[in-house]
């Protein structure tokens, strides 16, 4: 058995020390793995010599200064072969061996089984296959054209996850804005969890797909520690975005297991794992110092304007898709906010920045998944993303939305022609899922403005909140119901009718509201007298004044252009039951599939018209 220690490893380490560098690697990635009881050893072991060449030679990074603006960046796409990362951090230094021996997989620790941002040296949460590559191309994006920064973008990624189509979309991107500070490594080992890739060892067809989409694509051996060196060697020349498909091993280094089907996801059994560490040649505690990132070079950033939002006259007709656009134009007074499309800003009025700042506007194309990773990737680099296309296509993109929010990422959607109101596109194009989707992600914080005053408000206020915010528009114009110093605190609403003799409370957002408004006047010719409440934040929602209005009405009617399963009603709900109050109540919502037709007509249909809601109230008042 060879036992090495006491020796640090750096760029100038020759091939045999980067070798028994590699065999740390899997040596502690099997440790790992068979003290946690689970993991991903044989995913760990075919990626080693990759990674003892890129990070000795090849990865630009201060690992006791992991913010230096000009460091590389490393990204795990194939993130449950996180025992090989974490042994990583230990040959780095640190993480230490017993904190990797004792920690990993439990409980209360930082060694997650899935790498997490909690790491000081990890920037995206991963694990949902398919989603590192993009990550890495919206990190690659904000060096090169907001940062103007000279760091590399490296992602380590399996070949199951080639099969997602996300993954092609990244590398679309990345080919199109000539990302040469981007690089990718394909860790092609032919076995997948349930037996072998779709392409198993076609390392050709891998390379010929990466090329069509603009990237430069090396074959390797993925054992080949010369070669892998050569390849990362031209992938850092700074001439193309590049994809180094290097054929390997599952399992490499441990012939009970190599190449051998059944064995992901499965740590090796104890007595299996002695062997396997004898095989590998023992532990080691090698130390890598790899080379430092060059000096940082940052663009002087414009200062911060004042930010002056628009102001609308009352009664005058305005989409709140319109005000959105209108107000992010006025925060790109701010050089942190930028803005993302995917390709409808005509619609959704996210163009108007363009025109105003258009080196900090970002054309994803109808790639909703790459936009979303976009504005990931620009968050980490400590920008405001403004991410915004059509409600029902955010629902494209939620995995991502609910990695990012596992990443802790702070950034701002948008979604528009949300809901039955937009008319006569029909249903592929009504977003009616959406506030259910962003209520449940985990943090969010979800608005929806009924008119252009409150649009331009929390348009601004999603730029200094915390995680993920989502602003629902409206296609149709509706008249301006507050005047322009109006203040909308997260959490509040409004109540825009009310008195002491109100018998029934009408609650509604958007579109809707508008609709209870008009509810409200029909009642009061019948001499019912309805409060009104604008519940423009939807998450958190105004649980005091829900409670208020159940106990001086006895009655709510919750009106909503969406599904009943997951949106305002529920959410009122919730809240009534948190302050034990039991109203009589009404939960007008779409249920029906809807179709063409217009605006008035499909809301009625849906049976969240002005009519429906003043009925709903009127048979409550019977009960």
């Not at 191309?137 to 189509?165: H, N």
């Not at 500070?181 to 990466?210: C, H, K, M």
Request: aromatic residues 6%.
């Amino acid at each position: 058995m060879t036992t090495v220690s006491n020796t640090t490893l750096g760029p100038a380490s020759d091939s045999a020390q980067l070798f028994e560098l590699a065999q740390q690697l899997r040596v502690d990635s099997v440790r790992a793995s068979t003290g946690a009881g689970s993991g991903h050893p044989t995913s760990s072991l075919s990626a080693a010599d990759l990674m003892a060449v890129l990070m000795s030679r090849h990865l630009r990074y201060d690992w006791e200064a992991p913010d230096n603006p000009a460091g590389d960046h490393l990204i795990f796409s194939k993130g449950h072969a996180s025992p090989l990362l974490y042994a990583m951090f230990k040959a780095a230094g640190v993480v230490g061996d017993e904190e990797l021996m004792t920690t990993y997989r439990r409980f209360g620790h930082r060694l997650q089984g899935h790498p997490t941002p909690v790491l000081p040296w990890v920037d995206v949460a991963t694990g949902s296959l398919g989603q590192g590559i993009a990550y890495g191309v919206g990190i690659a994006l904000a060096g090169r054209y907001l940062e103007k920064q000279p760091y590399r973008v490296w992602v380590l990624c399996g070949d199951s996850e080639m099969a997602e189509g996300s993954v092609w979309e990244a590398l679309d991107k990345a080919g199109h804005h000539e990302l040469a500070n981007f690089t990718a490594l394909i860790d092609v080992n032919r076995l997948g969890q349930s037996g072998p890739t779709e392409l198993e060892w076609d390392t050709d067809s891998y390379a010929r797909r990466a090329e069509a989409f603009g990237c430069r694509a090396i074959v390797i051996d993925g054992h080949d520690l010369d070669a892998i060196d050569q390849a990362l060697t031209t992938a850092a020349d700074g001439q193309a975005p590049t994809v180094i498909v290097a054929k390997t091993v599952k399992g490499r280094g441990v012939a009970e297991v190599a190449d051998k089907d059944g064995w992901h996801g499965k740590p090796l059994p104890e007595d299996l794992a002695e062997r396997a560490v004898a095989e590998l040649g023992g532990p080691r505690d090698l130390r890598v110092r790899g080379p430092q990132p060059p000096d940082a070079t940052p663009a002087p950033a414009p200062a911060a304007e004042p930010v002056e939002l628009p102001r609308f006259d009352l009664g005058d007709k305005v989409a709140t898709r319109v005000a959105f656009g209108k107000a992010l134009v006025a925060l790109g007074a701010r050089p942190d906010v930028v803005a993302l499309d995917a390709e409808v800003g005509n619609s959704t009025h996210a163009e108007d920045f363009k025109k105003a700042y258009p080196e900090r506007y970002f054309q994803t194309y109808i790639a909703e998944q790459q936009m979303i990773a976009d504005a990931v990737g620009m968050a980490v680099r400590g920008y405001r993303p403004y991410a915004t296309t059509f409600a029902a296509f955010l629902t494209r993109a939620h995995d991502f939305i609910r990695m990012a929010a596992v990443s802790e990422i702070t950034m701002a959607l948008c979604g528009t022609h949300s809901g039955v109101e937009i008319g006569a596109d029909g249903p592929s194009q009504m977003g009616v899922e959406d506030l259910a989707m962003m209520r449940a992600v985990r943090g969010s914080t979800v608005f929806y403005p009924s008119d252009a005053t409150s649009a331009a408000a929390l348009t601004a206020a999603m730029a200094d909140v915390e995680g993920i915010s989502y602003l629902r528009t409206t296609r149709g114009a509706y008249p301006v119901l507050y005047p322009g110093d109006e203040t909308f605190p997260v959490g509040g609403s409004k109540t825009l009718r009310h008195s002491a003799d109100d018998q029934v409370t009408l609650v509604g957002a958007g579109v809707t509201l508008h609709e209870c408004l008009a509810a409200a006047d029909r009642l009061a010719d019948d001499g019912i007298q309805a409060r009104v409440i604008d519940l423009y934040s939807v998450k958190p929602v105004d649980a005091d004044a829900l409670a208020r209005a159940a106990q001086d009405t006895g009655a709510l009617v919750v009106a909503e252009d969406h599904h009943p399963e997951g949106g305002i009603g529920e959410a009122v709900l919730s809240a009534l039951s948190a302050s034990g109050s039991h109203p009589a109540f009404a939960h007008l919502a779409g249920t029906d599939l809807p179709g063409s037709g217009t605006t008035d007509e499909l809301l009625d249909a849906a049976g969240i018209s002005r009519a429906h809601i003043a009925e709903a109230a009127r048979t409550l008042l019977k009960r």
